[in-house]
């Protein structure tokens, strides 16, 4: 059997999950008594007040029938995407364990749905990997949810790479062999670091040159624990991002502290829950990135510059709003500018001697450095520091010595 193979009604997750549902011929699923999971979500009184007003038609044909979650969850994700701040309803809710594993997993998979009707395929893409790293969604029951999720809103790579590890760490016979299961295994994760490392921003030019610099770096800084900031944590789950989480596993890996600022509690909230799920005593701190810089008491030695956006003008509803909510405005090309300058210059007052400092979103046109190093660029650059590398669109730069 295969995870296409296996039902996939939203309606009979919660019995399907707890047990209480027998495989019938044609792959069909028995009716069963509601479980104790599905008793959970109408008994409980709802965190948020009034009636669930529908923010979408349900009957939308291409997010029917097997992709369409319960009543119950689909209340509760429509009134937190129509709530005045999504984030905190979302957040309140997750905090308040209400839910359990799997019907965590439904409603990050429901507000996946809605926010792919609402056409931001980021945010969508955010929730569905967010249901991903669910404890249920490492079982092959759940596997199936995920893959029709994923198709209905056409993310084509993620379906495929849910359905091929799914089949790949599958305990069930097949033609080929467990050691031959392995290699295939292999190589097709070795296609899938290949394929990320190309869409990776500039913390991965910051960790691939740690990698090859950090034992250099400790013998020339002595014996005082080497500290990362990071200025703007990740806010979205989606390939190619996620730096907060890359950072914080090479910093546990390597022992270096770690702090990661934001303006945005929300991305603060999500950092510490994750900082504590890999029981590391690293900081996530809601603050404007320069404000924090200005005012941090100590040196630092390394620092990833990566918050205020640039005005590319394909930015998603939800995230002007969390400008206009944190900052008083829309994203502002200007104020991007002005931004990271004064992020540059706390870096030239308070970076270690032999401190490197990555900005990302940023390149070279025609000559000149744009968007988020624009004027952060030149600053640096003019103030005794050397650019090391630049790919990825982002910039690598240290102080220059001799």
């Given at each position: ?19 209480e ?25 709802d965190?948020?007040s ?32 129509s709530?005045?701040?999504i ?8 905090s ?27 945010t969508?893409l ?6 991903m ?7 092959r ?15 084509t ?10 089949l ?27 394929k ?31 500290l ?16 907060t ?13 770690f702090?990661t ?31 924090f ?6 040196q ?31 994203i ?23 401190g ?29 520091f ?14 220059q010595?001799?």
């Amino acid at each position: 059997m295969t995870p296409r193979d296996l039902p996939t009604l939203w309606s009979r997750l919660a019995r399907w999950f707890s047990g209480e549902t027998k495989a019938v011929p044609g792959n069909c699923v028995e009716n069963a008594p509601p479980s104790a999971s599905t008793a959970k979500i109408r008994d409980d009184v709802d965190p948020f007040s009034g009636s669930a007003t529908p923010v979408v038609s349900t009957d939308h044909s291409e997010h029917a029938d097997s992709t369409q979650a319960p009543e119950q969850i689909q209340g509760l994700a429509q009134r937190c995407f129509s709530a005045a701040d999504i984030h905190e309803a979302v957040d309140t809710l997750i905090s308040s364990a209400r839910l359990n594993d799997q019907e965590t997993l439904l409603f990050h998979l429901e507000m996946a749905t809605l926010f792919s009707i609402d056409s931001d395929r980021m945010t969508a893409l955010h929730f569905i990997r967010t249901a991903m790293e669910s404890p249920v969604a490492l079982t092959r029951r759940a596997s199936p949810l995920i893959v029709k999720k994923a198709l209905a809103l056409g993310h084509t790579d993620l379906a495929a790479e849910v359905f091929i590890r799914d089949l790949l760490e599958s305990s069930e016979e097949t033609y080929i062999s467990d050691k031959e299961k392995q290699i295939i295994k292999k190589s097709y994760n070795n296609m899938i670091l290949e394929k990320q490392k190309k869409i990776e921003h500039g913390h991965d030019l910051l960790l691939d040159y740690l990698k090859s610099h950090l034992a250099e770096y400790r013998d020339k800084s002595g014996t005082r624990k080497p500290l990362l900031i990071e200025i703007g944590t990740t806010r979205e789950n989606v390939p190619g991002q996620g730096s907060t989480r890359k950072i914080a596993e090479f910093c546990k890996n390597n022992q270096l502290d770690f702090i990661t600022v934001d303006m945005d509690p929300h991305n603060s909230h999500m950092a510490a829950a994750m900082f504590s799920t890999m029981q590391v005593p690293f900081q996530a701190i809601t603050a404007k990135g320069e404000d924090f810089l200005k005012d941090f008491p100590d040196q630092f030695d390394f620092i990833f510059l990566d918050a205020y956006d640039f005005d590319h003008g394909k930015h998603s509803a939800l995230r002007q709003s969390r400008y206009r909510k944190f900052l008083g405005e829309p994203i502002d090309e200007q104020a991007c500018h002005r931004m990271h300058q004064e992020c540059a210059e706390s870096v030239l007052e308070k970076l270690s001697e032999w401190g490197i400092v990555c900005i990302d979103d940023t390149w070279l046109d025609d000559g000149q450095w744009t968007a988020k190093g624009t004027l952060a660029m030149p600053y640096l650059l003019e103030h005794g520091f050397t650019l090391l590398e630049a790919r990825n669109r982002a910039a690598l730069l240290a102080r220059q010595h001799g």
